[in-house]
Nanobody, 126 residues
Framework: HVQLVESGGGSVQTGGSLRLSCAAS????????MAWFRQTPGSEREGVAA????????FYGDSVKGRFTISEDKAKNTLYLQMDNLKPEDTAMYFCAADVFPYGGQWFNQYEYEYWGQGTQVTVSS
């Protein structure tokens, strides 16, 4: 099993920045890919950014390209999401997810990810 704990959420104004962290523990060596998703009440989870762990390969949703950066620190077993130039439409609960099976070809299919964190809230005011 893999345990994921997110942190770093908060409230910022439009144009501000936040860095989310996702600390992994447990059978973390089995993780093949990780991703950040976000969700607002009444909506489906939306894929934001994803990476094949240890490869440097990343993928971003169209709405965040050029503003968000996903990265990992293998020594700290931590995944990050640097969010710059934040907009009110970025307001959501952000979740970290981990996939322990080989990449299945769909970065943002939430059903490919077996483990999830509890989420951290990001609020962007205009």
């Amino acid at each position: 099993h893999v345990q994921l704990v997110e942190s770093g959420g908060g409230s910022v104004q439009t144009g501000g920045s936040l860095r989310l962290s996702c600390a992994a523990s447990g059978s973390k060596s089995s993780v093949r890919s990780m991703a950040w998703f976000r969700q607002t009440p009444g909506s489906e989870r939306e894929g934001v950014a994803a990476t094949l762990t240890g490869s440097g390969i990343t993928f971003y949703g169209d709405s965040v390209k050029g503003r968000f950066t996903i990265s990992e620190d293998k020594a700290k077993n931590t995944l990050y999401l640097q969010m710059d130039n934040l907009k009110p439409e970025d307001t959501a609960m952000y979740f970290c997810a981990a996939d322990v099976f080989p990449y299945g070809g769909q970065w943002f299919n939430q059903y490919e990810y077996e483990y999830w964190g509890q989420g951290t809230q990001v609020t962007v005011s205009s």
